[in-house]
């Protein structure tokens, strides 16, 4: 049997309406919550966008490990 190795993960967007597409406003909402999880290696990050009537509708996705970055 192969070595498992889990990986997390959690995904952000801004808030519908004006703003969301905002990506300095997204790039902040994933940094807060990567420092409430702590020290954790980031396997992958993802980038979406969808076209909306309005403002372009921002979303990533964050792959981790609970496990201590390599230094």
């Not at 519908?16 to 290696?41: F, I, K, M, S």
């Not at 980038?47 to 970055?69: A, C, I, K, N, Q």
């Amino acid at each position: 049997m192969a070595d498992s190795w889990p990986v997390e993960h959690f995904s952000r967007s801004n808030p519908a309406g004006p703003g969301q597409g905002d990506v300095g406003a997204l790039l902040r909402r994933v940094a807060d919550t990567l420092d409430e999880l702590g020290d954790v290696q980031v396997q992958d990050v993802v980038f979406g966008s969808e076209v909306t009537g309005g403002e372009d509708d921002l979303h990533m996705t964050v792959y981790f490990h609970r496990e201590p970055r390599r230094r």
